[in-house]
């Protein structure tokens, strides 16, 4: 997978390569671009899948006195 980033001055690329398995892309992208979190980039960079059943609920940062 490569991706491509615009950063102020120039691009960034990214590549990265499974070393087993194969990335589990969408198959339902005909409304074009695709839009994901970065919660999501991360579980597609790591070889699972988008739609996770069993994921942990997103957790917000909080200060606990």
Do not use: C
């Not at 994901?36 to 069993?54: A, F, N, V, Y």
């Amino acid at each position: 997978m490569k991706i491509l980033q615009w950063d102020h001055n120039g691009f960034w690329l990214y590549y990265r390569r499974l070393e087993r398995g194969n990335f589990h892309w969408p198959s339902d992208n005909n409304s074009g671009p695709l839009k994901i979190s970065p919660r999501q980039l991360r579980w597609l960079l790591d070889g699972l899948s988008l739609e996770q059943k069993q994921a942990h609920p997103v957790v917000t940062a909080r200060t606990v006195i």
